[in-house]
């Protein structure tokens, strides 16, 4: 019963935002989708485009359809500013332009959600609140305001009714997805379920703000001494789920050249300083600022990047991060064999596929890129691309790496922004090269066989303990090792993650099995 309410609720949305997309002339990505094609025809029948709509790129068209839809909407255009694999390199370029800006909501209504949440008159937790908000997108709004101790503070403040409208439109999201994947197998390899289970992830920490200011903290610590690279103090006392209280920064936004040289910086220098900072977030701490655009990024007059807004954070774990680091490198020096190996072993490209054939592939990818000036370089684009090739070797969508490159789209922006005649790529790729030295080198493959012999070492006793027990368990009441309890056995130690594997733990169960006989 309850599937069918679902499904009913979610076509009547469905039939609301096709039309909306009708409107602005950007049906298009449903074309993707082969049983719609009845519909689509009806639709552009029945609802004829806006006239503001002619003339514009199918991706602007699009960005608006989705502006217009509201919050989760435009979560959804960023997202699919990463998927030049589904749509194409133009409207995935246009997406990315989608600004997540709304009207604010009424001052008085923060103060309310400000003094619930704290459990204080508002007078008691500030000195002055200003009621018109700094900044305001489609999660929260940010307020300047002077705390009772004198501090200069931005108090960031959910908006009211926010969770409740994300549900909806992220239920509907997972069913479409869902649908997706059992009706169109051509788009499984995508995986348009994983896809949104990250966006729904990644909009559940946004919306309590208690993981913000984490994360903000966590960000603070990994460049703690770090005198090129800034993030504001958390005031903990002043935050809740949705009230997030952060030292008020000032500076020259990172996107102001002309305002940079003004105030004596070198362009130069800031985008060496950012290219480092996104280097170190990436590669040595495998957590980054994954919404890089240039209003969250200011330089203050020290000549420090100070960074805000940490709604959205991403993390590579370094499995992946050591396959990044080996493409790049492979790419930038132009040894698509390399490329093409790392795919196969870190298992992104099933085994059964040519590695000739996706060299060949690669370097389809890579020359028309590469053999650019080095200033026109873009990995970026160059990443686009390669999703867009995988689809004939069965590469899988790797979720991990959609927001990563989503943040280069930024970066690359911002980088050429300072500097139109240098590529931060160029000015990271030493410092790559060094990471790859110190992690990827004989003594780091040494150190790492160490540890792991030493984690081994140390879940021994907890073997041999399961060893007993095991015993314990078959001597009591006879010896009876049903099919059945073997592989419940089987299942709980690979559950458990010994190291052994599940065919050693056969083995041993035997010997123990046939030790107790022998003895009986």
Not at 250 to 260: H, N, T, W, Y
């Amino acid at each position: 019963m309850f599937s069918v309410v679902r499904a009913g609720r979610n076509v009547a949305r469905l039939t609301q935002i096709a039309f909306t997309l009708a409107a602005h002339d950007a049906l298009f990505p449903l074309d993707l989708v082969p049983a719609a094609a009845p519909a689509l025809r009806l639709l552009r029948l029945l609802r004829k485009p806006h006239a503001d709509a002619a003339g514009r790129r199918p991706g602007q068209r699009l960005a608006a359809a989705l502006q217009s839809l509201g919050p989760s909407f435009i979560k959804l255009g960023q997202a699919l500013s990463t998927r030049a694999d589904l749509l194409s390199e133009e409207v995935a370029a246009d997406l990315s332009t989608l600004q997540d800006r709304l009207p604010p909501f009424p001052g008085a209504e923060a103060r309310q959600i400000i003094e619930t949440e704290l459990g204080r008159p508002i007078d008691r937790l500030f000195l002055s609140f200003d009621d018109e908000a700094i900044a305001a997108a489609s999660i929260a709004q940010v307020h300047f305001a002077r705390t009772v101790e004198g501090e200069e503070v931005a108090v960031k403040v959910l908006r009211p009714g926010i969770e409740l409208a994300f549900a909806r439109d992220l239920d509907l999201f997972f069913w479409l997805a869902d649908l997706a994947e059992r009706t169109q197998p051509g788009l499984r390899r995508l995986k348009p379920v994983e896809v949104v289970r990250t966006l729904a992830e990644t909009v559940r920490f946004e919306m309590d703000l208690r993981f913000e200011a984490a994360a903000a903290s966590e960000l603070a610590e990994n460049f703690a001494g770090d005198e090129g690279f800034r993030v504001p103090r958390v005031d903990w006392t002043r935050t809740s789920l949705r009230v997030l209280t952060l030292e008020r920064v000032g500076g020259v936004r990172i996107d102001d050249r002309d305002g940079l040289i003004a105030g004596g910086h070198d362009v130069g220098d800031i985008l060496a300083k950012a290219a480092s900072a996104f280097f170190n977030q990436v590669f040595r701490d495998g957590f980054f600022h994954a919404d890089m655009h240039p209003g969250n990024l200011f330089v203050e007059a020290s000549g420090a990047i100070v960074v805000v807004d940490f709604g959205i954070m991403g993390r590579l774990d370094r499995k992946t991060r050591y396959f990044l680091a080996d493409m790049l490198l492979g790419f930038l020096s132009g040894d698509y064999r390399r490329v093409a190996e790392v795919h196969f072993a870190a298992g992104y490209v099933p085994a059964r596929q040519s590695i000739d054939n996706f060299t060949q592939a690669v370097r389809s990818v890579g020359e028309p890129i590469l053999g650019r000036a080095l200033h026109e370089i873009s990995v970026a684009r160059l990443l686009a691309q390669l999703f867009r090739v995988t689809e004939q070797f069965e590469m899988e969508t790797q979720p991990q790496l959609l927001l990563l490159q989503k943040t280069m789209v930024l970066a690359e922006g911002m980088g050429r922004q300072l500097d139109p005649d240098t590529n931060m790529w160029t000015l990271a790729r030493p410092l790559i090269e060094e990471w790859m030295r110190a992690n990827r080198g004989p003594e780091a493959v040494l150190a790492d066989t160490i540890a792991g012999i030493a984690r081994t070492v140390g879940r021994l006793p907890g073997l041999i303990e399961d060893l007993e027990r095991l015993a314990r368990d078959t001597t009591s009441g006879g010896l009876r090792l049903h099919v059945d309890t073997l592989d419940d056995y089987v299942e709980r130690f690979e559950r458990a993650g010994h190291p052994l594997g599940a065919a050693l733990w056969i083995a041993a169960i035997a010997l123990v099995a046939i030790a107790i006989a022998l003895w009986r």
